[in-house]
């Protein structure tokens, strides 16, 4: 059997629209991969002092996106197919599927939103912690180790200082910010502002996709629900 009339052309919107789902979840895992690759997060992260790593908080919500976006791929093939063959079985696997990544979803969106600044503070800690240790005078054991680290900080973010510098840190900013004249350290933006921008970019990132995935969601589910019962009560289903 098959549908007709206005239910026919719900078919065929279904079909597009799990097609732009399919698209967006290959989307969402090609953006998941680059974050989880980008030089600039990576340098950071990788980073350990004094026996700690630099927290990997960020990674967390990466690896949730990878996982996401290849579920969306396989839940929109799932979802194109029922549609296509008409069948009930597979469109309510996919209803099925899709409430429970929109409830994920919307989880996920309320625990960003509630942490949304934890990231951007755990590395301008650890960031913090490496500033004292390597401005110290008195020659700790690990102000080495913290000025490499303060390098990398310097260097992938282009700052220099955390913004209210002292005067002992501007006595060896020459050291901890080579290559920067006196008047370039003045004009540095600082690495805690710098942290923020960041991570704050890359979480509106996330933030749009996860918008625009719930938006198709909801008008996927609108109509699979309006397919099924086209399917139910077209001629020949008892």
Known sequence: MAVAGCTKCIKYMLFFFNFIFWLAGGVILGVALWLRHDSQTGNLLILQFEGHQAPGTFYISVYILI?????????????????????QC?????????????????AAAIWGF???????????????????KAVDVSGSPSKDAAVKVLDVFHSTLNCCGKGDD????????TTL????????FLKSQSCHDKLIELFSEKLHLIGLAALVVAVIMIFEMIFTMVLCCGIRNSPGVY
């Open 67 to 87: 996982a996401v976006g290849a579920v969306m791929m396989l839940v929109g093939f799932l979802g194109c197919y029922g549609a296509i063959q008409e069948s």
């Open 177 to 184: 910010c080579p290559g920067k004249s006196a008047e370039d």
């Open 114 to 132: 509630m942490n949304r600044d934890t990231i951007s503070k755990e590395l301008i800690n650890f960031y913090d912690s490496a500033y004292i």
């Open 90 to 106: 597979l469109l309510g696997t996919f209803f099925f599927f899709l409430v429970i990544l929109f409830a994920c979803e919307v």
């Open 166 to 173: 002292t005067a002992l840190f501007k006595q060896v900013a």
